[in-house]
């Protein structure tokens, strides 16, 4: 069957569901887009972080000044979020859900092209990170509701097999492509052609049916998720997993960049670890529908050695081929592993007061990032050590299958 056949049969299938087409390719430009600004921009931000005027009197080498200043950009951005987070919260739902999407990646757009300026205008910095703040609230609370809202019970495996599978696609193309362009043009170049995407995402975004409700979230939903002994370890597993995924998206390839001097080697080794775990992604949404009992041990045994992945990449630094089997290996259990693990997140938001849920989600996140990027600031100062961060990652990815537990107790 030729490819052309293939994807046509694809966009037919329930995967993608004609009431949530606009969504899903709404979602995949997005991708491309954050896939081109998501190796970029940090690597972007580091090579910023070693020249940044604020930054010159601080007592840190030039790459400890670059890792900082990803450290403090990130950490600005969630206390941002916490600042937010209540007048956000009352204005999503009336504003819409699909409105929210699209006015998340217009803030995320405008934080990125401010990006090419810190140098010559320091002050935009504070700026830019309350536009991702923004940005960041906006989309992610208005995608997570829209869809766990729209996505059907019976078929949220295959669906979000569907969505991540094209999520995927996305990640195959853009660290090769991003490394390219920004090898060759420089990186602001592709953050503006990762700027363009999201203008292409934001159009199919527009063509949502408008859903609104009268949701609201105060301060004492998250404290009253705190007391509850099974929502404080949900809270902290949600939390912990977002972190580890900070660690592959952003950390890791700043690590590569360190390690072999060039972006267009990060790129090689993130696109051919993706293309070869592609084919898993729509087979775990299919095992989430089918084999339900056995999701938890699934899930529990994907998440225990995507944790452990994070020993051979700090042992096997200096050798490409190891690193793209190793990421190769990440990305074949990532696919399965967060394929089942948002699924599993789905049903256990549509069991509680969904919009309260991943509002509260965002704040824990926050909180928890918050905490130990201060720690990553601190031990700059002692002693730099890429082994405790990694070793951060990996216990976080070990904290997420806390979720598991969770998993078992819904009735699917």
């Known amino acids: 069957m030729s490819w052309r056949s293939s994807f046509h049969e694809f966009s037919r299938h329930h995967a993608l569901p004609q009431e949530l087409r606009h969504f899903f390719f709404g979602i995949f430009f997005y991708r491309l887009g954050a896939g081109l600004i998501s190796l970029t921009g940090p690597l972007f931000l580091f090579t910023i972080g070693q020249n940044f005027p604020w930054l010159q009197n601080v007592p840190l080498n030039t790459v400890s000044k670059g890792l900082f200043f990803v450290f403090a950009s990130y950490l600005l951005e969630r206390?941002?979020?916490?600042?937010?987070?209540?007048?956000?919260?009352?204005?999503?739902?009336?504003?819409?859900?699909?409105?929210?999407?699209?006015?998340?990646?217009?803030?995320?757009?405008?934080?990125?092209?401010?990006?090419?300026?810190?140098?010559?205008?320091?002050?935009?910095?504070?700026?830019?990170?309350?536009?991702?703040?923004?940005?960041?609230?906006?989309?992610?609370?208005?995608?997570?509701?829209?869809?766990?809202?729209?996505?059907?019970?019976?078929?949220?495996?295959?669906?979000?097999?569907?969505?991540?599978?094209?999520?995927?696609?996305?990640?195959?193309?853009?660290?090769?492509?991003?490394?390219?362009?920004?090898?060759?043009?420089g990186f602001a170049v592709s953050l503006w052609t990762g700027i363009v995407l999201y203008g292409v995402a934001i159009a199919f975004l527009l063509h949502l049916p408008k859903l609104q409700s009268k949701y609201s979230w105060q301060w004492s939903d998250f404290w009253q998720w705190l007391t509850d002994r099974d929502l404080r370890r949900t809270t902290l597993a949600l939390a912990a997993y977002t972190w580890e995924e900070l660690g592959v998206i952003v950390f890791w390839p700043i690590f590569l960049f360190i390690t072999f001097g060039n972006v267009e080697s990060v790129g090689y080794i993130l696109s051919t670890a993706s293309f070869l775990s592609l084919l898993f992604i729509y087979l775990s949404g299919w095992v989430f529908d089918h084999k339900k009992k056995r999701i938890g041990s699934i899930q529990k045994m994907s998440g225990i050695l995507l944790s452990f992945l994070w020993i051979p990449r700090l042992i096997f630094a200096g050798s490409p081929v190891v690193l793209v089997l190793n990421d190769a290996i990440d990305r074949l259990t990532h696919s399965v592993y967060s394929t089942l693990f948002y699924a599993s997140m789905l049903f256990c938001a549509r069991g509680k007061h969904v919009y309260r849920f991943f509002v509260n989600r965002q704040v824990a996140i926050s909180l928890l990032w918050s905490v130990l990027l201060l720690l990553s600031m601190a031990l700059l100062f002692l002693h730099w050590n890429w082994i405790l961060l990694f070793a951060s990652f990996f216990g976080a990815g070990m904290m997420s299958l806390l979720f598991t537990k969770e998993v078992k107790k819904l009735k699917l």
């Open 79 to 185: 206390l941002w979020i916490l600042l937010l987070t209540q007048p956000i919260a009352r204005w999503i739902p009336r504003i819409g859900f699909h409105t929210s999407m699209v006015l998340g990646l217009l803030f995320l757009s405008a934080r990125t092209a401010l990006f090419d300026f810190f140098l010559r205008v320091p002050s935009l910095w504070p700026l830019a990170m309350l536009l991702a703040a923004l940005g960041v609230q906006f989309f992610w609370i208005g995608y997570h509701t829209y869809f766990t809202l729209e996505a059907k019970s019976s078929k949220i495996g295959s669906e979000v097999g569907g969505i991540e599978f094209m999520s995927r696609l996305a990640q195959v193309l853009t660290p090769l492509l991003g490394a390219l362009i920004a090898g060759t043009f």
